[in-house]
């Protein structure tokens, strides 16, 4: 354990000792400051994962609280009443979350606010709703303050433990890459559709919780102001001054905004009133937080973990490893990571075909630009083939071409099956992995998490499954997790697998989007422009693990690439593309020595001179 | 039916002047302000007090007919402090960064008005006098008629500043792109000041005209009017003035008409939420909203 670890624990054992011995009155306090931080909790899994914000929590915590006194009241067992609670507000939630499928960001936003409103004036203005009148015995159990508290802590634990395996399962990671890269994300299998609504849903249940445990608590729900938009506001404020994304910051800025008004009733000196001041200086603080913190507490505790990391070896060995790759013995290291090409696939290959990937008369037009005109080419099994060509002459439109990011008309067929009209996520469950120009991964993830996000299509089970730890799943992220150590161990990338991608090199997050490619287990790998950003000894190294990759892992590769020699050293043959057609094709040294070749990409001086100056 | 249409447009009006802000702000920052309504609100609350009280160490009582301007100015100085201090700090920031700001600063300001003038309705007689006209078999008080009017020059002015003035141009060049606009010389702060310190001053106008045709404010009244208009602007396109007050007066009828014969509680709000919801599905950037533009 590294020290920061250490004072973690000791800190949060020493929290719960001390709330444990404050008395009836605050213990009292303290489970309704627990149910604000788990509905806090659940706000910041939709803000931290998806980056949308909602301003309908207190609604939804309303509708969660008023459900299970209800249900109560009409002889449920509190168990049943507390699951039906969690189900409405989920329901509530997933339905608030509908229009995040046609717009996004601040709209967004705004229907919530909406949404707020209406659930304020039409819902719970009826008794029907609101549980007037009605109670929810408490059961035997949980008669005591400190029963109840324990009960509200466990539900919190309960949360920090599903928030943790979102952080770690098919879903969470759905989310972020859902949130970043929308569109590439359908290239590792990603649903976006599916992802958006699931995050909502969760959101809700979680604060579906809350609204139980603030029902056990009262019994019967006389006052609505905790279901109300300055409510909502205030959950915001919870999140973003606690660090969205940090449980540590939230519970902390819980505490802050919601226990100290009501235990210091009084501040000394001043004799202002607590309870008063507290509001305003939390939406001040609110304020402050976003323009000078914004990761709030949370990012001060990691600054302090890290301070006190530098005091041990290990802690110090850990916060900074060397950011480049470690060279690897690459003859061993492939024959160690082929088992990385034994994926299942619904589609086996039946019948001899001539190349492994054939375009027909592929065209894509945006509006009245035509990118690629007719282009005819084939990349047969076993082949690194090059594409080159000046910049605009249609090379990445190429590959998202095939990778389905863009209309096509023609013909591509991969393994003699039809790819125009299947979906990214068909295309890579069919076996075509791909890396971009400018990176299609979470910055904000590790390494590891990013390189598990690419094999998204090879978790079978749905996300939601996979976050209960239900069914196959767990043997899916097992699976998945041997396959990202294997690829890291390739790429010499392992010592990096805890690094949040966003703290690399440049070059090295190329890398780290090849292993990714990679573990997804493809046939065909689509490399654009790997080598950008790198150095002359890194690219040849990079060069040598493509051939590496064709030779020991039998994988076929098309790269585009603007460095010359690379190409001469490993590509099997070139294709050269120019204003979206096809100029020449053969070998690396016959089409590197056409003269429109030269003109067209190499460039006129090096015409001249007779030669690639790179 | 006439009637409620006639009310409902101008409440309609009333909120689109708080919307136009916001289109403004929005068009020159690319952030979305919920703080719009609680900016005139403290305005107009500071009017009143002035005017009851008279000002802190004068001792003069402001005339009535004063607490309009001293709302619009106000609420244009509150614009010029907050864009200083807070959001100029905040346009290179992804836009959910400047709503939580302007979300925190709604909230700060209606905490303080709580705090400054209490939770007790301030009822304020009309700025513009107490008289009513007659419109197809309606009576529309001062205020209301006052709303249309200023939505409509408001509404003018706006177009042709930002269309046939050099400073608007520099507005619709910081909207297109900040950096691009910064290196061909646009003053670029300068914009960012003017849209916050333009939206106070509307803040304040509306303010003081919706205190006295809805019978009074307590501090949040403004923010929950000012939902109104966000809802008008992002039905409109958030980037279109005229958009936004197509939006506004489509709520502020729609909320006249479905009150006034639906007994259901609540029936307004959902209307307004199908509303958005309907405009918002079936046509994503709003109604006279540029493409890509939200």
Redesign the interface.
């Known amino acids: 354990m590294t020290p920061s670890r250490i004072l973690g624990t000791v800190t949060v054992g020493a929290a719960i000792v001390w709330s444990l011995l404050a008395g009836d009155v605050r213990l009292s306090i303290l489970v309704g400051v627990t149910a604000t931080a788990i509905a806090a909790l659940g706000l910041d899994v939709l803000v931290a994962r998806t980056?949308q914000?909602s301003?309908a929590h207190a609604a939804f915590l309303g509708i969660g609280a008023f459900t299970v006194v209800n249900a109560g009241d009409r002889g449920a067992p509190w168990p049943l009443a507390l699951l039906a609670g969690v189900v409405a507000t989920t329901f509530a939630a997933t339905i608030a979350g509908?229009?995040s499928l046609?717009?996004r960001?601040?709209?967004i936003?705004?229907?919530t606010?909406?949404?707020q409103?209406?659930a304020?004036?039409?819902?719970f203005?009826?008794d029907d709703v609101t549980a007037a009148g009605r109670t929810l015995e408490r059961p035997a159990f949980l008669r005591g303050d400190v029963q109840l508290y324990l009960f509200a802590l466990s539900c919190l634990a309960l949360v920090l433990l599903l928030r943790r395996r979102l952080a770690v399962t098919k879903g969470g990671r759905s989310f972020q890459a859902v949130r970043d890269v929308e569109a590439r994300a359908q290239c590792f299998g990603v649903q976006p559709g599916p992802s958006k609504l699931l995050a909502y849903a969760i959101s809700g249940a979680i604060v579906g919780l809350a609204g139980g445990v603030l029902a056990l608590k009262a019994g019967s729900i006389s006052a609505k102001d905790p279901f109300l938009?300055?409510e909502s506001?205030?959950l915001?404020?919870i999140v973003?001054v606690g660090g969205s994304g940090s449980a540590a910051g939230i519970l902390t800025a819980a505490v802050l905004v919601k226990a100290l008004p009501q235990i210091i009733t009084e501040i000394p000196l001043v004799h202002l009133r607590a309870d008063?001041v507290v509001?305003?200086a939390s939406?001040?603080l609110?304020?402050f937080a976003?323009?000078a913190q914004?990761t709030g507490i949370g990012g001060v505790y990691r600054a302090i973990g890290r301070a006190v990391d530098r005091f041990s070896p290990r802690g110090r060995r850990e916060a900074r490893p060397d950011p480049r790759p470690h060279a690897v013995d690459l003859d061993a290291a492939a024959r160690q990571a082929v088992t990385l090409r034994s994926v299942e696939r619904e589609f086996q290959l039946q019948m001899p075909v001539r190349a492994l990937l054939e375009a027909r008369d592929v065209r894509v037009a945006f509006g009245g630009v035509v990118a690629i005109d007719g282009v005819s080419l084939e990349v047969r099994r076993g082949e690194i083939v090059g594409l080159i060509g000046a910049n605009g002459a249609g090379k990445s439109t190429f590959f998202n071409a095939v990778s389905g990011l863009v209309p096509v008309t023609g013909s591509i067929r991969f393994r003699g099956v039809e790819l125009v009209g299947a979906s990214p996520a068909r295309r890579s469950a069919l076996g075509i992995a791909r890396t971009f120009q400018d990176m299609g991964l979470v910055r904000a993830e590790t390494v590891r998490e990013n390189v598990l996000l690419a094999q998204t299509w090879l978790a079978r089970a749905p996300a939601a499954v996979s976050l209960l730890g239900l069914g196959t799943s767990v043997h899916d992220e097992r699976h998945l997790r041997r396959r990202a150590g294997l690829a890291l161990e390739l790429f010499g990338l392992e010592h990096l697998a805890e690094m949040s991608l966003g703290e690399l090199p440049y070059g090295t997050m190329r890398i780290v989007e090849i292993a990714a490619a990679v573990a997804a287990g493809p046939d065909l790998l689509l490399l654009d422009e790997a080598t950008a950003g790198l150095g002359p000894e890194e690219s040849h190294a990079l060069g040598d693990r493509f051939v590496a990759l064709r030779d020991e892992l039998g994988l076929t590769l098309v790269v585009i690439e603007h460095h010359v020699p690379l190409v001469a050293r490993v590509c099997d043959y070139v294709y050269c593309l120019e204003s979206g057609a096809l100029i020449a094709e053969g070998s690396p040294s016959d089409v590197t020595a056409q003269p429109r070749v030269i003109e067209s990409f190499l460039g006129g001086s090096a015409a001249a001179t007779g030669g690639a100056t790179r | 039916m006439i009637a409620r249409i006639i009310t409902g447009l101008s409440a309609g009006a009333a909120y689109a002047i708080v919307a136009v802000g916001v289109v403004l702000i929005f068009k020159g920052t690319k952030a979305?302000s919920?703080a719009q309504g609680e900016i005139g609100a403290f305005g107009f609350f500071l009017g009143l007090r002035w005017a009851d009280r008279g000002v802190p160490g004068l001792g003069w009582h402001v005339p009535r007919f004063a607490t309009l301007l001293i709302a619009i100015v106000i609420g244009a100085l509150v614009g010029a402090v907050l864009e200083r201090t807070?959001m100029r700090?905040?346009v290179t920031?992804?836009?959910?960064?400047a709503?939580?700001?302007t979300?925190?600063?709604?909230?700060?300001l209606a905490?303080?008005e709580k705090?400054m003038f209490g939770t007790a309705t301030q009822f304020a007689p009309s700025p513009v006098g107490e008289w009513k006209i007659e419109l197809l078999g309606t009576s529309l008080t001062a205020p209301r008629v006052i709303a249309i009017v200023s939505v409509l020059i408001v509404a003018a002015a706006v177009w042709l500043f930002l269309n046939r003035t050099k400073f608007g141009l520099a507005v619709l060049a910081t909207t297109g792109d900040p950096v691009v606009a910064r290196v061909l010389g646009v003053p670029v702060n300068r914009v960012y000041r003017f849209t916050w310190v333009a939206a106070g001053a509307l803040s304040g106008l509306a303010a003081a005209l919706l205190g006295p045709a809805f019978g009074g404010l307590t501090p949040?009244d403004m923010?929950?009017f000012s939902?109104r208009a966000?809802?008008g602007a992002?039905i409109g396109g958030?980037d279109s003035v005229w958009g936004a007050i197509v939006g506004c007066l489509a709520i502020g009828v729609l909320e006249g008409v479905v009150g006034g014969s639906v007994s259901?509680?609540?029936?307004?709000?959902?209307a307004?939420?199908a509303l958005?919801?309907a405009t918002?599905?079936l046509r994503?950037r709003g109604l006279l909203g540029a493409e890509g533009a939200?």
């Open positions: 980056g914000l301003l509908l229009p046609r717009i960001g601040l709209q936003a705004i229907t606010l909406a949404f409103v209406f304020e004036k039409f819902l203005t009826r938009l300055l506001l205030q915001v404020a973003v008063r509001p305003i939406a001040a609110l304020v976003v323009v914004p | 979305l919920v807070v700090r905040l920031r992804p836009p959910l960064d709503l939580i700001a979300l925190g600063i709604a909230l700060f905490l303080l705090e949040f923010t929950r939902l966000l809802a992002v958030l259901t509680a609540g029936a307004p709000e959902l307004v939420l958005v919801l918002l599905l994503p939200a």
